[in-house]
């Protein structure tokens, strides 16, 4: 089935460690972003990407980096573990710039770091 | 100032009730609003838009939202809930990017 597709669904890290997730997408959308989920803050934007060899930060960038080699996939990568990263994230694309159209979101991966 | 602010962070309701969940905007951002919906253990997916035009908006699974730009609010309604819409609702708005409210938790009771 057509959409976003994150991995891995769940890990664990030690504090330091590095790691990237996954994010591919197979409806040819140019906008793409990671969203991260924390209970009673509901989704931060980390990084968003508007085509292919363009990135930018969003609201809560550091300590996170991103790359858009091709429009299908836009991986997001944890340089060194800390505690306040345990998380879950979200990948999410759309057709049009921020979303306007309506996102489709992957599934997410859920992250703890100890 | 929050761009977006959701103005419960649960709601309990019986089967078969009226259900509003009341989201708010800054009005310096644009108009163009979403309600999401996040089931356990999966993502976001989309339930309605206002981007234009009338406002009231009817979306998936029986669920509609009035925009109403005087009290720049966005709620979102359904008339008789079922216990499959227990879940987590997000309002969201665009401020150069998506800004996602804080969630509401919608329990739906037998």
């Known amino acids: 089935n057509a959409g976003v597709t994150q991995t891995p669904k769940f890990q664990v890290l030690k504090t330091g460690q590095s790691m990237t997730l996954q994010c591919a997408q197979d409806?040819?959308?140019?906008?793409m972003s990671w969203y991260r989920q924390d209970p009673g803050m509901g989704l931060r934007l980390i990084h968003y990407?508007?085509?292919?060899?363009?990135?930018d930060q969003g609201e809560v960038p550091n300590g996170y980096n991103v790359s858009r080699s091709t429009t299908e996939d836009f991986p997001l990568r944890l340089l060194s573990a800390a505690p306040s990263q345990t998380s879950v994230y979200f990948c999410?694309?759309?057709?049009?710039?921020?979303?306007?159209?309506?996102?489709?979101f992957g599934s997410g991966t859920r992250l703890t770091v100890v | 100032a929050q761009s977006v602010t959701q103005l419960d962070s649960q709601v309990p309701v019986f089967e078969e009730a009226p259900v509003e969940l009341r989201c708010n905007y800054s009005?310096?951002?644009?108009?163009?609003l979403f309600w999401y919906v996040q089931y356990p253990n999966q993502g976001l997916q989309l339930l309605l838009k206002?981007?234009?035009?009338?406002?009231l908006v009817k979306g998936i699974n029986g669920f509609e939202a009035e925009f109403n730009k005087s009290q720049t609010s966005f709620h979102l309604r359904k008339p008789s809930v079922h216990i499959s819409d227990t879940a987590e609702y997000f309002c969201?708005?665009?401020?150069?990017?998506?800004?996602f409210g804080a969630g509401t938790r919608l329990t739906v009771k037998p």
């Open positions: 990407s508007v085509g292919a060899g363009i990135t």
């Open positions: 969201a708005v665009i401020l150069n990017d998506m800004r």
């Open positions: 206002y981007l234009s035009g009338s406002t």
């Open positions: 999410a694309s759309s057709y049009l710039d921020a979303g306007i159209d309506g996102y489709t």
């Open positions: 009005s310096s951002v644009s108009v163009y």
């Open positions: 409806m040819n959308h140019e906008y």
